[in-house]
């Protein structure tokens, strides 16, 4: 019953170190998302993926990279952490119906918190 | 382009009196909408979904919302609030384009009281 499970649960980075943040679902849904939550700014989509090889960005993706390689897997790195990227990252996943009609939910991880000083 | 307004960032009720979270959307078509709760250190959890079968919705934990397409409003109610019903709500509507994209809402914080 693990659902979505991310790693690690806390973080603390240097400004300028690079880090990888690891998502894994056991659910076989083929689309997956990482968000940021940032104090009274509700989520904000970083990268999402609609299967394994394909990628895109969303609405804040700079300072950002991701792969998918796998259904299961999408971990997203930060290759320059500055003190912007402070923040709660929160990976998502969902199935897909023909073209998204409904919108189906999304589930969620418990998050990484990272803090970049 | 989809949004959704929380009208309130943070409500207090007292343990055993109704809750209401307020939330108003912008769509161009007929919307999917959600709402999530997020206690502290957790991630969202589903409460309940709207896609466009009966207006009136019902979620887990007695929590209900109901779906207003003339006032374009989704607002989240309770009967009685329960001290563990204090958290973090979202409301949120579905996009379109590809991806099944998700828009939030800021978030309302509730806030239960003995």
């Known amino acids: 019953n693990a659902g979505v499970t991310q790693t690690p649960k806390f973080r603390i980075l240097k400004i300028g170190q690079s880090m990888t943040l690891q998502c894994t679902q056991d659910m076989n849904h083929n689309y997956m998302y990482w968000y940021r939550q940032d104090p009274g700014m509700g989520l904000k989509l970083i990268y999402y993926s609609v299967g394994a090889g394909i990628t895109d960005k969303g609405e804040v993706p700079n300072g950002y990279n991701v792969s998918r390689s796998t259904t299961e897997d999408f971990p997203l790195r930060l290759e320059l952490a500055a003190p912007s990227q402070t923040s709660v990252y929160f990976c998502?996943?969902?199935?897909?119906?023909?073209?998204?009609?409904?919108?189906?939910?999304?589930?969620f991880g418990d998050g990484t918190r990272l803090s970049i000083l | 382009a989809q949004s959704v307004t929380q009208l309130d960032s943070h409500v207090s009720v007292s343990e055993g009196t109704p809750v209401l979270l307020r939330c108003n959307y912008s769509s161009s078509y007929s919307p999917s909408l959600f709402w999530y709760v997020q206690h502290p250190n957790k991630g969202l959890q589903l409460l309940l979904k709207?896609?466009?079968?009966?207006?009136l919705v019902k979620g887990i934990n007695g929590f209900e919302a109901e779906f207003k397409k003339s006032e374009t409003s989704f607002h989240l109610t309770k009967p009685s609030a329960h001290m563990s019903d204090a958290a973090e709500y979202f409301c949120v509507v579905g996009g379109t384009g590809g991806g099944n994209k998700l828009t939030f809402g800021t978030g309302t914080q509730l806030k239960v009281e003995l």
């Open positions: 709207y896609t466009s079968a009966a207006t």
């Open positions: 998502a996943s969902s199935y897909s119906t023909w073209r998204d009609r409904p919108n189906q939910p999304q589930h």
